[in-house]
Each structure stands twice: as structure tokens, then as C-alpha cells.
DNA sequence: GATTTACGCCTTTTT
DNA sequence: GGCGTAAATC
């Protein structure tokens, strides 16, 4: 295959590239990560370099994954060494594992994520014991994070960033970072910040990086930090081949310390830069490029591009106006269901600006059977089995990590109290050691109380036998060792509802399988570690996926054919706190802008304006967003911009039916929305059971249904019981991750039932 | 140690 | 207004 083949000339340009830094300004949907493959590609059949002397850099690990299958696309499978592809992140941990003693921590360091860091900082606030300090965890994390993104010491904070809570906020940052040293534990931003320090400090060690990753590669360069930054300095100061790929328009995580100016004068950074524009896109509807380009047009901090493309023009943009958030999600849901009985195998998306937002959307779903996955809510490392288990392998091979060890210490409950842990961490702390010493010291202490310090001793018996267990067995059976000798299930089996209980068991389970397929590749336990603790909940994110919920955020970089951008008000999108800068502003509308160019076919922009607020604004009306108001009055129906009282404006939407312009691969779906307004209720007689049912009665098209477990059992449908015997559903709803039924039977009467457990049959 | 009550949180969060 | 975690209480 020829490697330049099918590349555009700009396109071509940019893989061609030669030597010294080259800056990829590329449009949404321009091809970038294809750039960026082709590249390593032609770097390597060209022989331009070998491919160990690659480097390319990704934010997220599911652009790292997808950048190899295209690389070994393209190539084939490589028979000599592979380019390294990885994370910012996961690149530093790898420098770490090897190079980390420099800066004074021990190769088996843990790795704190959010969740860890929230502990850690409330640990400190109670140590501190100040009565009314009035700062929150979160906030303190992410004041702390900011300083470390911007190279201030907890010596500089007061000075550089002064404030009525400085001085408080600069405590606790040097609480937190000896509390992480001396747990042989670093942050994610310390990761990269440590990693730095290295290379700045040990001269050998950069050469040796430098001299290894001779060609680097930067994928969403747009979204890089500083610390990101200054690495990418450090590695190609000696042979200057950056290539780095972004859009600024496309810059939208500035509250995580990304730096917009880093790609703004990417040419001042690296000298005889080249600078390549992709201005071609191959995603989008011509009709919606011009909606999003006169969006994003408004901002000034920009270098400019103007996106065009071959496609046609496509339909314009479609406006909802709906009295109740409940009303939006029903409209949308009506919408789907004709637009998947037309195109059963369009992939849909409704994004919005923040995650509370996919509530009402989860509810109308489920009752309407509508086939739905929700990104980012709880990933699953995330959740507490997991964590709890993965605390335990933590412990056992970096036994300073006092956030793992407080965990689990006590979970599940085996006599170690909160005045035994309370006296533990203080004592921990008077002397500056790790707790797990504490633990060995006073479960040998004839002075401490004999039953807190029996069960000391029985936990450091327990950790010492996982210490030598490990040396010779796997990590899959060290977990179904520690899960067997902490009788985890049965504290999950007494503690919770059974469904619940089942569910964390199975997640368990999948993590005992996931370290055991780890295993198999021939990783080894740190790796495994290191995984769970960089990877996200997008990873997992299945392509397939017919209709999908998240944030404008979590899409960017994917494509649906249809989207809803739902919420579209002002102090919600863009957000109240948002406003306040022009800064903000222009992220707020950057997000906008990604989430128009998600859009390949039809994008259609939801709003109503009582969404339930609180604080001090709840109650009142909100407007529509500006950004509908910015998009070219002829390319989008539906919005009415003099009239915002609500009345008026539903008369309006409901009088003017409109024509639009037609395409050849798109055709609106013109049926009526088959969704009730009313939610269902439970139905008083048989007599109005026989009515909904009749109205329930359509028949349901391939494309609605769930591939992977048949039917989606809807109210009104007849199911079949192992046990139970016939009946018919009332309801479907969500209940926590699962989904309730309740259904009466003709010989049982009514049940509620966990539809995963049940095992019914539709008939 | 388990159950109840109270409080804190509520924008986005690639790692 | 709703939810999840943390303190309070038995």
C-alpha cells in the first residue's frame, strides 16, 4: 500500500515533512490522526528513522490504541522493534519506573488518582482540625493542581497567588506533597512534573531520551500543558523533530491547565517551524461546517481556518424549543425513534455541556426502550470493589501508600475501630513514618490494647503472606487470595441488596480476568497497576454504540451521524461561571464548536427554559443560548430570536412548519412523535391497562432493538417467568445501574424485578 | 458494628 | 431537589 496514497496535498505536505518542527493546524474532521499515523508509517518504510526511535504522544489512551491500529493498517504487523505510542502520562510513568530514584522516591511508587488525592486532602483537613475552613476538597485539589501546573512551590504560593485563603491553601498543598513523598506516591500531575525534573536535572538521563526518541509526534497539541510543554522541549532540544498536530478552535480544557498560547506560538517556541494548514473536512454536512464556522468565528484568540469540504449541503440546523427538561428528552427520544426506524445503523449522540443533563434523557429512554449507552458517570476502576481490591495490591507492593492502606486497614470490617486508626495515623505522622510501620509496631506493642492489637497483628499476617504469595504466583490469583482471605464477598453479601452485591462481585471478577489477560501480554504487575490507574471510562467507550449520552467534552474526537445538542441556554451553555471572562467565554464557545462539528449528517439544538436551577437565580427563566443566536439565521429553523417568553414562543414553533432543502443520503423523518407526553402510571384497572396497551401497539423495527440481549422489555409487554409463570410489564424504570421492572403476573401478581436477574422472556 | 441522621455538593475532568 | 458520604447514635 502506498503510503501517500489517498492523502490530500496538504495532507501529503505534512507527512512528507522532513526534519525540524512542523506545526499541523487541523480543521475538525480534517484527517489529523490519519496525518499523524501516516507519518510514523512513512517514517518507517522510508527509512527515515528506525521505529524505536519514534515517538508519539496522545492525551488519551483511546487515541494511543486507535493511532496503532492505524499504524499496523497501514504497515502491516512490524516485524523489528515498535514505535512507542502512548499517553503523556502513561510515557512519563514509563521514564518513572526506571529513573525515579533521581528524585528521591523508590521505583514501586503508587499512583494517586482523584479519588486518592480527595482522601488524602480530608485526611489533612481533619489532622489540621481548623473548625470553619471555608474551602472544599475539590476546590483545594484543583488550586493545588493549578499551582503545580505553573511551577509554584507551596514556598511561592502565597506570594504568587495572594488571596484571603492563601495562606491556608499553601498549608495544606506542603501537607500534601510530603504526605505523597512519604507515602512513595505521586499525582497525575506529578507524573509529568517529576518526569520533567529528571530530564532538566540528570544530563544523562536526557540524552539517553533524547537520543532514543528522535522523531516526536504530538497529537492534540492544542490541549497541551506546561509541564507538557517543557517535556517536549527537553526531549527534542538535541534533534528539534517535533511534529506536533492541533486546533486551536478545538481547545476546550483550560480548567485543566491546558495552554491555548502553546499552539498559538508554537512558531515563536521552535524556531524555522513549518506551519501546514487541513482545511478539507471529510466528516461534515457543507450546511453544518458553516453553522459551526460562524459559531467559532466570533472568538479573537484564533489563527484561523476556514473548513470547507465536497460534501453536500446537507439540511440546516433544526431549533426545539420545550417548555420542561422532561418535554426535551421526550421530543428528542420521538426524534431517534423515527430517525433509527429510517437509518437503523446511524449512530446518534446527544451531548450536553454537563452530566446532570443526561438524567431526564436516561429516564425517557428506558421507558421508551430506546437502546442508550452513558459515558462517564462512574468508570469502572472507578468504583468501589475495584478500588477497594486494587487497594490491596498497592499495599502489597508499595506498603508506604497510606491512602491504599486506610482503605482497606479497616475494609472489610476485621476489629481495627476509628479510635485504632485515629491513634494509628497520628502516631504515623508524629513520627513521619508510614502507617503500614505503625500497624507492625503496635500489633507487636504490649502496651496497646490486646484486642485492637490482636487484629493488628492478624492484618499484618495477612499482608506479609500476600508479600510472599505474590513472589511466586499472579496477580489474578493474589486477587482471589486476598478476596478469599478478606471474605470480601460476604461483607458485599451481608451489606448490600443481593442485585448489588452480585454486581460488585461480577466487577471483581472482571478485574481478577482483566489482570489475567494483562498477565498473558507479558506485562507485569506495575503495568497492570499503572493501567488502572491512568485509564478512563472513554476507553471503554464501544464504537458500536447506537444511541450515546455524554458531554461535549467526552465526544470530542468522535463522530455521530445525527447529534442533539441538548441545553442549549444561556447560563447553562455557556455556563454562569463562564462568563465572567472573555477567556471563558471563547472556551465555552470552542465547546460549542466541537460539539456542531460531532455532526456528519444533521445536528438539531434542543432548549427549554425552566430547567431546574438552584441557587440564587433558581426559578427564573433562562434565555437561549447565544451561541444558537450566532449561528446564520437561514441555516438554522426553529429559533425565534425576538420572542424568549415561553408562550409566545411555543404558539409560534407550533404554527410555522417548515420546508427544508433535501439531500440525497438524508431524508428527514416526517412521522409524528410516537411518544406520550404523559410518564406512565401504573394503570388503575384492566380496563386502562387495555388502553395503554393498545396504544402501546406498534410494531417494533430491528433498528430499535437491543442487539446484544434481544427485546427491550417496555411497559406493556407480555414476559414469561421461570417461576412466576406469564404477565405483563407496568413499568420500566432505572434504579441505580439497573433497571427495574415491575410486572404482574397472572398467577403471582405484581413483582418488582432487576431486569438482569430476572431471566424473562418476551412473548 | 450496624443503622440512622446530617451534611455537603451541584461545569467541564483526556490522565 | 436528590444523592452519596460522613458523623452520630443505639
Request: charged letters at 30%; proline letters at 4%; one cysteine or more.
Amino acid at each position: 500500500m502506498d503510503i501517500l496514497e489517498n492523502l490530500n496535498q496538504q495532507q501529503r505536505l505534512a507527512v512528507e515533512h522532513g526534519k525540524g518542527p512542523a506545526l499541523v493546524l487541523a480543521g475538525a474532521g480534517s484527517g489529523k490522526t490519519r496525518v499523524i499515523a501516516h507519518r510514523i508509517a512513512y517514517l518507517i518504510r522510508n527509512s527515515v528513522c528506525r521505529p524505536e526511535n519514534i515517538l508519539a504522544v496522545t492525551f488519551t489512551n483511546k487515541a494511543a490504541t486507535e493511532m496503532k491500529e492505524r499504524v499496523h493498517a497501514i504497515l502491516g504487523e512490524l516485524r523489528s522493534a515498535e514505535p512507542l505510542i502512548s499517553t503523556f502520562h502513561s510515557f512519563c510513568v514509563r521514564l518513572l519506573r526506571q529513573e525515579i530514584h533521581h528524585a528521591g522516591y523508590r521505583r514501586d511508587f503508587s499512583i494517586y488518582d482523584t479519588d486518592d488525592q480527595k482522601r488524602l486532602i480530608r485526611q489533612i483537613l481533619k489532622e489540621l482540625n481548623d473548625p470553619e475552613l471555608e474551602i472544599s476538597p475539590r476546590e483545594i485539589i484543583s488550586r493545588i493542581s493549578y499551582a503545580k501546573n505553573h511551577g509554584v512551590t507551596p514556598g511561592q504560593y502565597i506570594k504568587r497567588f495572594p488571596s484571603e485563603t492563601a495562606e491556608d491553601v499553601q498549608f495544606i498543598y506542603s501537607k500534601y506533597n510530603s504526605h505523597l513523598k512519604n507515602s512513595n506516591s505521586l499525582d497525575f500531575d506529578d507524573l509529568l512534573l517529576i518526569s520533567v525534573a529528571i530530564l532538566k536535572e540528570q544530563p544523562d538521563t536526557r540524552r539517553r531520551f533524547s537520543e532514543r526518541y528522535r522523531y516526536i509526534l504530538v497529537d492534540e497539541y492544542q490541549d497541551t500543558n506546561r509541564p507538557q510543554y517543557e517535556l517536549l522541549r527537553l526531549l527534542t532540544a538535541a534533534h528539534n523533530n517535533l511534529f506536533v498536530v492541533g486546533d486551536e478552535d478545538q481547545s476546550i480544557y483550560k480548567f485543566r491547565g491546558a495552554d491555548i498560547q502553546n499552539i498559538l506560538k508554537f512558531e515563536k517556541d521552535f524556531t524555522g517551524a513549518r506551519t501546514i494548514k487541513l482545511e478539507q473536512n471529510y466528516r461534515s454536512s457543507q450546511n453544518i461546517l458553516s453553522v459551526a464556522g460562524a459559531v467559532v468565528q466570533n472568538n479573537t484568540e484564533r489563527k484561523g481556518k476556514v473548513l470547507w469540504t465536497e460534501n453536500d449541503g446537507g439540511d440546516v440546523v433544526t431549533c426545539r424549543y420545550e417548555e420542561s427538561p422532561r418535554d426535551e428528552a421526550i421530543w428528542v427520544a420521538g426524534k431517534i425513534q423515527e430517525i433509527l426506524e429510517l437509518y437503523p445503523n446511524h449512530h446518534l449522540a446527544v451531548l450536553y455541556r454537563a452530566n446532570f443533563l443526561s438524567r431526564n434523557f436516561e429516564d425517557v429512554f428506558l421507558e421508551e426502550g430506546i437502546p442508550y449507552a452513558v459515558v462517564g458517570s462512574v468508570a469502572f476502576f472507578g468504583r468501589m470493589e475495584v478500588k477497594d481490591m486494587l487497594a490491596y495490591l498497592r499495599v502489597v507492593f508499595n506498603p508506604d501508600d497510606d491512602i491504599a492502606v486506610l482503605r482497606i486497614l479497616n475494609t472489610p470490617p476485621r476489629g481495627i475501630g476509628k479510635t485504632t486508626i485515629e491513634l494509628l495515623t497520628r502516631a504515623a505522622i508524629d513520627k513521619g513514618v508510614p502507617i503500614m510501620r505503625m500497624v507492625r509496631e503496635k500489633a507487636h506493642d504490649a502496651d496497646f490494647p490486646g484486642r485492637a492489637s490482636k487484629s493488628l497483628l492478624r492484618f499484618e499476617k495477612f499482608v506479609d503472606k500476600w508479600i510472599g504469595f505474590e513472589q511466586n504466583h499472579s496477580v489474578a490469583q493474589l486477587l482471589e487470595t486476598i478476596l478469599e482471605d478478606t471474605q470480601y464477598a460476604e461483607m458485599l453479601r451481608k451489606n448490600e441488596l443481593a442485585s448489588e452485591a452480585e454486581n460488585r462481585l461480577a466487577n471483581i471478577e472482571e478485574l481478577i480476568r482483566a489482570a489475567a489477560e494483562s498477565e498473558d501480554r507479558g506485562e507485569t504487575v506495575t503495568d497492570f497497576l499503572d493501567r488502572a490507574a491512568l485509564s478512563s471510562e472513554l476507553d471503554h467507550f464501544d464504537p458500536n454504540t447506537r444511541v450515546a449520552l455524554m458531554t461535549i467534552h467526552s465526544a470530542k474526537g468522535l463522530e455521530f451521524e445525527v447529534v442533539f445538542l441538548a441545553g442549549m441556554e444561556e447560563g447553562l451553555f455557556p455556563h454562569t461561571q463562564s462568563m465572567g471572562s472573555s477567556e471563558d467565554l471563547e472556551e465555552e464557545r470552542r465547546l460549542c464548536y466541537v460539539g456542531i462539528t460531532r455532526a456528519k449528517k444533521r445536528l438539531y439544538v434542543t432548549w427549554t427554559p425552566y430547567r431546574r436551577n438552584y441557587g440564587p437565580e433558581a426559578g427564573s427563566p433562562a434565555r437561549v443560548s447565544r451561541f444558537l443566536e450566532e449561528m446564520p439565521r437561514d441555516l438554522i429553523e426553529g429559533l425565534d430570536r425576538e420572542i424568549y417568553e415561553p408562550m409566545d414562543q411555543r404558539q409560534r414553533l407550533q404554527t410555522s412548519s417548515h420546508t427544508q432543502p433535501r439531500n440525497r443520503d438524508w431524508q428527514e423523518p416526517t412521522e409524528k412523535n410516537r411518544v406520550s407526553k404523559e410518564p406512565f402510571k401504573q394503570p388503575k384497572s384492566i380496563a386502562e391497562l387495555k388502553a395503554y396497551l393498545a396504544q402501546q401497539q406498534k410494531p417494533k423495527t430491528p433498528g430499535t432493538d437491543d442487539s446484544k440481549k434481544g427485546t427491550v422489555l417496555k411497559a406493556g409487554m407480555r414476559v414469561r417467568h421461570d417461576k412466576f409463570g406469564d404477565g405483563i410489564v407496568l413499568s420500566r424504570e432505572r434504579r441505580g445501574n439497573d433497571i427495574k421492572l415491575v410486572i404482574t403476573f397472572s398467577t403471582a401478581g405484581r413483582k418488582s424485578l432487576i431486569e438482569r436477574f430476572a431471566k424473562l422472556k418476551a412473548l
